[in-house]
């Protein structure tokens, strides 16, 4: 693989179940994140993670749960899905947090139903 | 609060310029992104800008102001393929991204 995977592409979840979303890149970035993307509103940063080990809340972290057990995996949990939840989920990574110029490089995204 | 402001949709002409306009408030800047998304595809890094003036990268240009708390970017010699999403996106003081909500630029024929 090259770059950021996510997995699942699609899925329809009814409300009330549990649902992780996977993500791994093979660039040894230290940083990786996660957004969501709704119509008309810009991403919304849902928990990040500087290195392997660590995380961090973003914006809108209720109802999410990460973990980083390695370099190259973060997947994102939802613990019980809600309607409000449906969107769709990208996950990025970066060289660095402390240098700025480092961009983000994004997955193909996940589009997420909850009914 | 912090705050993006940029056009929700823009429509531009086959070999003409555009020029796509960001102004922001926020806490702490560390510099400034343009990305573009395709419809249905991730974002992809344009342009990064950290001191004033312009950045030119072939037809793609950005400029910006951080006295005024303003970024363009210039898209020159417009193609079909330009029709896109591009999202302008600033460097808080916490070194987190925070995103406008994007510009839809439709090229026509």
């Known amino acids: 693989i090259a770059g950021i995977t996510q997995a699942p592409t699609s899925q329809i979840l009814a409300a009330g179940r549990r649902m992780t979303l996977r993500c791994t890149q093979d660039?040894?970035?230290?940083?990786m994140y996660w957004y969501r993307q709704d119509l008309g509103l810009g991403l919304r940063l849902i928990h990040y993670?500087?290195?392997?080990?660590?995380?961090g809340k973003g914006e809108v972290p209720d109802g999410y749960s990460v973990s980083r057990a390695n370099t190259d995996d973060f997947p994102l949990t939802l613990a019980s899905a809600v309607p409000s939840q449906t969107s769709v989920y990208f996950c990025?990574?970066?060289?660095?947090?402390?240098?700025?110029?480092?961009?983000?490089?994004f997955g193909p995204g996940t589009r997420l139903t909850v009914l | 609060g912090q705050n993006i402001d940029q056009p929700t949709e823009m429509t531009a002409t086959e070999g003409a310029i555009v020029q796509i306009n960001c102004t922001y408030q926020?806490?702490?800047?560390?510099?400034l992104f343009w990305y573009q998304q395709h419809a249905g595809e991730a974002p992809t890094f344009l342009s990064y800008?950290?001191l004033d003036g312009l950045e030119e990268k072939g037809r793609f240009s950005s400029f910006l102001s951080r006295s005024k708390g303003y970024s363009y970017l210039l898209l020159k010699e417009l193609q079909m393929k330009d029709s896109a999403s591009y999202l302008c996106?600033?460097?808080?003081?916490?070194?987190?991204?925070?995103w406008g909500a994007g510009t839809k630029l439709i090229i026509k024929p």
């Open positions: 990025a990574s970066s060289d660095s947090t402390s240098k700025g110029s480092d961009e983000q490089f």
């Open positions: 660039m040894r970035h230290n940083a």
């Open positions: 993670s500087n290195t392997a080990g660590t995380t």
């Open positions: 926020t806490s702490g800047f560390n510099g």
């Open positions: 800008n950290v």
């Open positions: 996106a600033v460097l808080d003081s916490n070194y987190q991204l925070i």
